[in-house]
């Protein structure tokens, strides 16, 4: 079983609200990710979370804020965003594999910014 | 700068023919290698993962490592127009992390 789940599936959003996607997965993985995707695009890394602490911080604006509540659990906060910031923001978990860590990605959230 | 470089394509294959998707690495010490498949619009679902030079099959896939030519390839046999998507190259970073190509969009003509 490898499921990660994600919501909302789509997010229409102001330049003024404050929204949170949520990430739980239930696979007992020590990893937990969010990436962003604009289109044509390769995903992009915005945070690493290993074992519920930030691992990596990708340089990523402060108006996306995360939050790792517990070994299941991913958040991403949502405030004061830009239209540019509208894409696909996928959260993956990963597992050790033959000594390598191993990425399952969520479905995505797909976001609109207004 | 860890690199990954993928071509973009579009490469076109027709039905039953073999697709042959290619990924070049910066990282001479990187040891973990991913190929995940990207339907338009879908999320990225992994298809092989590699991490020894050689060959590794799995049903219709074929992953291929050089780490001395710093080259992986994904051989799709007995293409059908479902295998229709972009495919991504990924290699693993030192923290966990993916380093990801730009994707490679594979299109498959009944």
């Known amino acids: 079983d490898t499921e990660v789940t994600q919501t909302p599936k789509h997010l229409v959003m102001g330049m003024t609200n404050k929204k949170s996607l949520k990430c739980e997965q239930h696979?007992?993985?020590?990893?937990m990710y969010w990436y962003k995707q604009k289109a044509k695009k390769p995903p992009e890394l915005m945070f690493v979370?290993?074992?519920?602490?930030?691992?990596i911080n990708e340089s990523v604006p402060s108006r996306f804020s995360p939050e790792c509540p517990n070994s299941s659990l991913l958040n991403l906060h949502l405030h004061a965003l830009q239209p540019e910031d509208s894409a696909l923001y996928l959260c993956?978990?990963?597992?050790?594999?033959?000594?390598?860590?191993?990425?399952?990605f969520g479905p995505g959230t797909r976001l609109l910014v207004l | 700068q860890k690199e990954v470089e993928q071509n973009s394509g579009p490469l076109s294959v027709p039905e039953g023919a073999i697709a042959s998707l290619n990924c070049t690495y910066s990282?001479?010490?990187?040891?973990?290698f991913f190929w995940y498949r990207q339907y338009s619009g879908k999320s990225p679902e992994l298809i092989m993962s590699?991490?020894?030079?050689g060959d590794k099959e799995d049903g219709r896939f074929t992953a291929q490592l050089n780490k001395a030519s710093q080259y992986v390839s994904l051989l799709i046999r007995d293409s059908q127009p479902s295998d229709s998507a972009t495919y991504l190259c990924?290699?693993?970073?030192?923290?966990?992390?993916?380093?990801f190509g730009k994707g490679t969009k594979l299109s498959v003509k009944p």
């Open positions: 993956a978990s990963s597992k050790i594999t033959g000594g390598a860590e191993t990425q399952y």
């Open positions: 696979m007992g993985h020590r990893a």
């Open positions: 979370y290993s074992y519920e602490k930030l691992s």
């Open positions: 990282d001479r010490g990187s040891q973990s």
């Open positions: 590699i991490y020894s030079n």
């Open positions: 990924a290699v693993g970073g030192s923290q966990g992390n993916l380093i």
